[in-house]
């Protein structure tokens, strides 16, 4: 993955120096801008899919399915968690509790609760007076939108 992720950089690069420098065609130009912003988001998509301390659903056909996924893979989590690092179960669910209830308003306010999406939670386990838990730190929803209408008429 990171010499995929090292070679998506190095074509960004040569991109933005190429446009800095004008050394493509004008003809091209535009296209070329969008292949960055392309591999930019690319980039983007690949280092949230490979952090460490994550929690992730697959792809769902709604956000619905997307946090119902992603609920079973936090209690799963939870229970290996309680194991290996003796975190309080109780305390973690009062936060998952918390942070779910944002994540619904946010995913509801943005407007993408129909579209497929694939939701990746972040945390880090923290002490609090002596009870280790753990802590949602942010939540990245992929949500992919329809990206045209292609037709195939059989003759």
Known sequence: MEELLESF??????????????????????????????????????ETVTKENTIQTGISSSSRGAVYNLRRAFYATISRLEREEDIDRNRSIDEWR????????????HGISEAPMKIVLSYNIVTDNGVK????????ILYF??????ELENK
């Open 145 to 150: 939108e329809l990206e045209g209408v292609k």
């Open 9 to 46: 950089n190095k074509c960004l690069t040569i991109i933005k120096e190429g446009l800095e420098k004008g050394s493509f065609p004008e003809v091209s130009r535009q296209y070329i801008q969008r292949l960055g912003r392309s591999i930019e988001e690319t980039i983007k998509v690949l």
């Open 98 to 109: 918390s942070f779910v209830s944002k994540l619904i308003g946010f995913i509801n306010e």
């Open 133 to 140: 838990y753990l802590r949602i730190e942010k939540a990245e």
